[in-house]
């Protein structure tokens, strides 16, 4: 079974650019979860989709940031427009089920954001 | 403040010893814990997970042990390998909340 994929795994852009991250979760995990790490700090909570629907956004930093999920497959992450402070690396995690506490979160390899 | 703090940060270790890395969460009402290893450039990979009523739980040569009162957990390598060069993050769930908190890791490195 495959597992949780990121493209790309790098990405270096200037500011002001814009950016779109993708994210396929594994197979008929209704939940998927984006997460960010900036340089020296711990992996924090972006946002939770179910299946289409936006669960709980409260992570995202600001409105430069824009998440999407049609469908319920795949899901887009665009920084637009990028700043120096959105470098980090950007997880996407699927699970299974309601979504809850219990779940095991499957990690994708993440994106490298590099923003000049 | 970061509601789970991890020590050390990293450590370096001969292969075939033992090593213990140490994980102090705020995280309440607490859920589960959960060990995770990220190998580089990877994604993180569940390890252990324990729940209030567990203190202990073993995946092969790494055990984890949880003191809910005191509110620490610890996760022990034995015999370690090069491959067990790795991040290993501290992440703890709020009862109710599917939000996990994360240490920011122990950067562990094995050598010959």
């Known amino acids: 079974e495959a597992g949780v994929t990121q493209f790309p795994s790098h990405s270096v852009i200037e500011k002001g650019q814009t950016v779109t991250l993708r994210c396929d979760p594994i197979?008929?995990?209704?939940?998927l979860y984006w997460y960010r790490r900036v340089m020296g700090k711990e992996i924090k909570f972006l946002l939770h989709?179910?299946?289409?629907?936006?669960?709980?956004e409260s992570g995202m930093p600001n409105n430069r940031f824009l998440a999407e999920r049609t469908g319920g497959t795949y899901s887009t992450l665009k920084v637009q427009p990028a700043e120096l402070e959105d470098s980090g690396v950007y997880f996407c995690?699927?699970?299974?089920?309601?979504?809850?506490?219990?779940?095991?979160?499957?990690f994708g390899p993440g994106t490298r954001l590099l923003v000049l | 403040k970061n509601q789970v703090e991890q020590s050390p940060q990293s450590l370096i270790i001969l292969e075939g010893k033992n090593c213990t890395l140490q994980c102090n969460y705020t995280v309440s009402p607490f859920s589960n814990l959960r060990w995770y290893k990220q190998d580089t450039g990877r994604g993180p990979v569940s390890l252990t997970i324990m729940t209030f009523s567990e203190n202990t739980k073993s995946n092969g040569r790494y055990t984890a042990t949880l003191d809910a009162d005191t509110k620490q957990s610890s996760l022990h390598i034995t015999a370690s390998q090069l491959s067990d060069s790795a991040s290993y993050i501290c992440?703890?769930?709020?009862?109710?909340?599917?939000?996990?908190?994360f240490g920011a890791g122990t950067t562990v490195t094995v050598r010959a």
């Open positions: 992440v703890v769930s709020d009862y109710g909340d599917y939000k996990l908190s």
């Open positions: 197979s008929g995990h209704d939940n």
């Open positions: 989709f179910v299946k289409e629907s936006k669960q709980d």
């Open positions: 995690a699927s699970s299974q089920g309601s979504g809850g506490f219990e779940e095991t979160q499957y």
